[in-house]
């Protein structure tokens, strides 16, 4: 996310209230299918990791990311609490040296990218050949795009000036920049605000509204960089 355009950086009481949503039932449910569905995707992958977006660090932390970066600073001033080593910067200009990095995972901020595209390049610059940068996101025209689409018709939410895209645009967009699609996990079957289904599974399955995709900088095996 870009700093000065970025709707989550805020004061400090929004960045608690934001955080604080993961503690509520509804934010719990969202976050543990969320991990279910990204975090074996990361699986054997080398390390270091770092958590692209990381707001206040619930899914770094989860995940074991040792780094995690994000433009909104009262957000990172939590996730430093759980994160071992946290940056203020974007995604579009990575602070990382070229093949530095073993895996990136981002979740739910793509989206707000001013960018997509230029950060596709970073992040592909900054893997190690094999690497992996798994992306986890509210699929176009899936309920809860929807629903935060119809949210950001309010210029005051977070999600007004939000772009969503399916599984089969951000794959196409992250081959242009270097990157090689890999396995696909998805979850949340429900409308939100109705009763949460369980189900995570692997494959791009029709009615979930979060899909995590695995992106492959080409190269030699990843397990070489161990």
């Known amino acids: 996310m870009s700093g000065s355009s970025n709707p989550f950086d805020s004061g400090e009481a929004e960045a608690a209230a934001y955080d ?15 991990q279910r569905c990204v975090i074996p995707l990361l699986e054997g992958a080398a390390r270091p990791w770092l958590d692209l977006g ?7 932390a989860a995940a074991g990311a040792e780094l995690g970066l994000d433009p909104a600073l009262a957000l990172l001033r939590i996730a430093a609490r759980r994160i ?17 990095l073993g895996a990136v995972l981002c979740v739910a901020a793509f989206e707000f990218l001013p ?12 893997l190690r050949p094999g690497g992996r940068f798994v992306l986890g996101f509210f699929p176009r025209d899936s309920a809860w795009a929807t629903f ?3 949210e950001g018709r309010d210029p005051a939410s977070l999600f007004h000036g939000a772009r969503f895209c399916s599984l089969e645009e951000w794959q196409q967009r992250a081959v242009a920049a270097g990157l090689t699609p890999g396995p696909v996990r998805s979850t949340l ?11 995570v599974v692997a494959g791009a399955e029709p009615g979930a509204s979060f899909v995590a995709t695995t992106l492959v900088k ?8 161990r």
């Open 189 to 199: 079957f429900e409308a939100p605000g109705e009763p949460p289904s369980p189900r």
């Open 148 to 150: 935060y689409e119809q």
């Open 54 to 60: 990381t707001g206040s660090g619930r899914f770094g």
């Open 115 to 126: 960018d997509a595209d230029c950060a596709l390049r970073e992040i592909a610059r900054a």
């Open 218 to 225: 080409t190269g030699e095996d990843e397990g070489r960089h």
């Open 84 to 100: 071992p080593s946290v940056v203020r910067g974007a995604a579009e200009a990575l602070p990382f040296r070229a093949a530095s």
């Open 20 to 34: 604080a949503w993961y503690d509520a039932p509804s934010g719990r449910s969202v976050l543990e299918r969320e």
